[in-house]
């Protein structure tokens, strides 16, 4: 069964670097959305991207957050300059049309900084 | 701004027997859908059971199904034959029918643990 897959499943990085945390979408889907969850919190919306652009983002979603395709079939979230607070699990998933009702998600990366 | 409410933290039950996770949302939409995802230990979401606002039939999946009270704005879920592995966190998530993002808005979630 098509899935979708994240990489790393746990990052550590030091506060203030850069990380770029990895999905690979299931492939004929067509949106792509991030999700956080602070540790004991609900899951939250970062952003969504279709036709390789973002078509929404959250408040939590600011500069310092960045999304590409840049292949195809990678879907990367970057985070600039990792704060203390970025340490949460971050999910991908994706949908494989418009009036799709079901997101798939991937098994989530955790990112602890430190 | 569509809001998603679970007041139970923590449930417990035992094995085989029910269970029913509550739920509450308030949204100005007349069209939407409403979903229940399981977040087990290893921390990934999987759907559980999903239902669409424009049909008055209560939606079932196995062991799994849900009492959906719109003009409520209800959404509860109930597990019948509970067993050891529906041990997990389970949240109440709702999408705008008519959005392009189709984004999910979660609750805070309920721990279920089912005991022995």
Redesign the interface.
């Known amino acids: 069964e098509p899935e979708v897959t994240q990489t790393p499943s746990h990052q550590v990085t030091q506060m203030g670097q850069e990380v770029i945390l990895r999905c690979v979408p299931i492939s004929n889907h067509l949106?792509f959305?991030w999700?956080r969850q602070i540790l004991g919190?609900?899951?939250?919306?970062l952003v969504?991207f279709?036709n390789n652009e973002i078509?929404?983002k959250s408040e939590i979603f600011d500069d310092q957050f960045s999304v590409e395709r840049p292949d195809g079939s990678n879907f990367t979230l970057k985070i600039r300059s990792t704060k203390l607070e970025d340490s949460a699990?971050y999910?991908c998933?994706s949908?494989p049309v418009?009036a799709?009702?079901?997101?798939f998600?991937?098994?989530?990366t955790?990112l602890t900084v430190v | 701004a569509q809001t998603v409410t679970q007041s139970q933290p923590e449930m417990s039950v035992q094995e085989a027997e029910t269970v029913t996770l509550s739920c509450t949302y308030d949204t100005s939409e007349n069209n939407y859908?409403l979903f229940w995802?399981k977040q087990p230990p290893?921390?990934?979401?999987?759907?559980v059971i999903?239902q669409?606002a424009y049909k008055q039939q209560n939606a079932t999946e196995n062991r799994f199904s849900v009492n959906f009270q719109k003009a409520a704005k209800s959404f509860s879920l109930k597990i019948s034959d509970s067993q050891l592995g529906d041990t997990a966190m389970y949240?109440c998530?709702f999408?705008k029918?008519s959005?392009?993002?189709?984004?999910?808005?979660?609750?805070?979630?309920t721990l279920l643990a089912v005991q022995p």
């Open positions: 949106y959305y999700y919190q609900k899951v939250e919306f969504s279709y078509s929404e699990m999910f998933a949908s418009e799709s009702t079901e997101a998600f991937g098994q989530g955790r | 859908y995802y290893s921390r990934q979401m999987i759907l999903r669409e949240f998530a999408m029918r959005g392009a993002t189709n984004k999910l808005i979660f609750g805070t979630g």
